[in-house]
Each structure stands twice: as C-alpha cells, then as structure tokens.
C-alpha cells in the first residue's frame, strides 16, 4: 500500500533534548511538508521540500532543522531552541505538476516536559 | 500572501440535517485550487473535496458540495444528510496554481453531529 508513515505516533522528550521526527512516503512525490497544529490555530507550515537536496522554510522554521537525502525521506528536528516544542507535527507529500492535494500522515503527538 | 479564514470555530448540526461551513480567502492570483480537508478523531487528514478555481461549476462529492464565488473569495461546504461520522474538524485550504507549493490552512472549524 503507497502512504506516508510518521513514526512514532507518541514521543515524549525532555525539555533541552533534540528530537527527530521520522517521515517517509512511497508514493514516489517529489513534494514534502512539515506542518504544526496546535489548538485553535490550524495547521501552520514549518519547513518543506519540492526536490531532494532542497528544502524551504514555511512560516513557523524557528527552532526547527530538515533535510532531504533521499526522495522517500524528510526528516523533521526539533531543537531545544524551539520554545514551545509541544504539538501535534504533520507530514505532507504532493505529486509533482499543478492543482493536487497534499496527502498527510498519521502524525506525530511531541510533548517535551 | 495568501490568507485563509474560517470564522465559526464550532458548528452543530442534527442527524440528517444540513448545515454549511463557511471559509474566505485573500489572493491576488487569479487561478488557484482550493480544498476542504476533514480531520476526525483520529487525527488523520482526510481530503473531502477540491475547486479549480477556473471551473465555474460547483465541485460535489456525494453528500458533500461546495458554493464557490470567485468574486467574493468564498468558498463554502454543505453537508447534506448530516451522519454522526461527519463529526471533525474541517479545514479549508488554499493552494496557488504554480508548481508544487504548500497548502496555506485555515484554522479550521470543530462540527459536532447531534444525534
């Protein structure tokens, strides 16, 4: 089955720990995103990719670090610089060309205390 | 840049009832897609339904249809026959025509079905 996996579903950190939040897609999208939601306030865009070894910061990229190594990979960091680093983080991919959805992952619930 | 608003945080509605979300938009593009996402308790997005902007006729999925006005950068969902599965949040989204570029959210509206 092609999809998104974000793993784990539940992570639990420290406060002053980085964490690495794991996405993969297999549907072979050129197009990957990190999005943020917390209560009341929507999804907001961290980071995203449209190419390997590309990547641009969305609106909220402070505290936040990426990479793009591989098509089927977009790692998500969260550093200890990042404020307030509990949320509910989503990842995203999209099929190359005009007018398509994004297709989400499960999600990832970070709580740091 | 593009804004996204959706002004009712919660909305109810009776089983078998209908009832409309409704979401504006702020551009300056003249083409674009936009989209309504559900997001039940499980977290997971789910797409409900797209609108080219350049299609005059209004998108329907089953029970569920939108009222696009270009114009007045509205872009509302009604849901016919309301089941308690409808329950969720709902999102609309905007999404410029160029390449492959983000989705730009709405920060969503909570719809509970009353039995």
């Known amino acids: 089955d092609g999809g998104i996996t974000q793993s784990p579903k539940y992570l639990f950190r420290k406060e002053g720990q980085n964490v690495t939040l794991s996405c993969e897609q297999n549907?072979?999208?050129?197009?990957m995103y990190w999005y943020r939601q917390d209560p009341g306030q929507g999804l907001r865009l961290i980071y995203y990719?449209?190419?390997?070894?590309?990547?641009q910061k969305g609106d909220i990229a402070e505290g936040y670090s990426v990479s793009r190594e591989k098509k089927e990979s977009f790692p998500l960091t969260v550093t200890s610089a990042q404020k307030n680093p509990t949320a509910f983080y989503l990842c995203?991919?999209?099929?190359?060309?005009?007018?398509?959805?994004?297709?989400f992952g499960p999600g990832t619930r970070l709580t740091v205390t | 840049a593009q804004t996204v608003t959706q002004s009712q945080p919660e909305m109810s509605v009776q089983e078998a009832e209908t009832v409309t979300l409704s979401c504006t938009y702020d551009?300056?593009?003249?083409?674009?897609?936009l989209f309504w996402y559900k997001q039940p308790p499980s977290r997971q997005m789910i797409l409900v339904i797209r609108?080219?902007?350049?299609?005059?006729q209004n998108a329907t999925e089953n029970r569920f249809s939108v009222n696009f006005q270009k114009a007045a950068k509205s872009f509302s969902l009604k849901i016919s026959d309301s089941q308690l599965g409808d329950a969720a949040m709902y999102f609309c989204?905007?999404?410029?025509?160029?390449?492959?570029?983000?989705?730009?959210f709405g920060k969503g509206t909570r719809l509970s079905v009353i039995a």
């Open positions: 995203a991919s999209s099929t190359p060309g005009q007018g398509t959805e994004q297709y």
């Open positions: 609108q080219e902007a350049y299609k005059q």
């Open positions: 990719s449209q190419i390997v070894n590309d990547f």
């Open positions: 989204a905007y999404r410029s025509l160029s390449g492959n570029t983000p989705l730009v």
């Open positions: 549907l072979n999208h050129d197009a």
């Open positions: 551009t300056s593009e003249s083409d674009y897609y």
